[in-house]
């Protein structure tokens, strides 16, 4: 059964950073897109950045310059990397797993979720 497990959550400071890991198991890894959204209560799950099955990149607008995407197909695992980090980059965050050329961003293109780990940024 497919699953995918997020991981690397937790509390820092503004400015601070962290590297978020999703883990995936029964599934071929390396054949699927592989996104990061993010929500916060009241508000719509937005797209963070992805990653295809050929490493293309794609990030929002608001992250770019600051989060990192990649991934590690012998290890089944994506990874997020993200630095100067924000208050407004408190969220939980998710990672799904695609095989669907559909924008990236559109939560409808992804198949299978994790359960989310919370980030919060405050001093």
């Known amino acids: 059964q497919l699953q995918l497990v997020e991981s690397g959550g937790g509390l820092v400071q503004p400015g601070g950073s962290l590297r978020l890991s999703c883990s995936a198991s029964?599934?071929?890894?390396?054949?699927?897109?592989i996104a990061w959204f993010r929500q916060v209560p009241g508000k719509e799950r937005e797209g963070v950045s992805c990653?295809?099955?050929?490493?293309?990149?794609n990030y929002a607008d608001s992250v770019k310059g600051r989060f990192t995407i990649s991934r590690d197909n012998a290890k089944n695992t994506v990874y997020l990397r993200m630095n100067s980090l924000r208050p407004e980059d408190t969220a939980v965050y998710y990672c799904?797993?695609?095989?669907?050329?559909?924008?990236?961003?559109?939560?409808?293109?992804?198949?299978?979720w994790g359960q989310g780990t919370q980030v919060t940024v405050s001093s």
């Open positions: 799904a797993l695609s095989s669907s050329g559909d924008y990236w961003y559109l939560t409808a293109a992804y198949t299978h």
């Open positions: 029964g599934v071929t890894f390396s054949y699927y897109k």
């Open positions: 990653i295809n099955n050929y490493g293309r990149t």
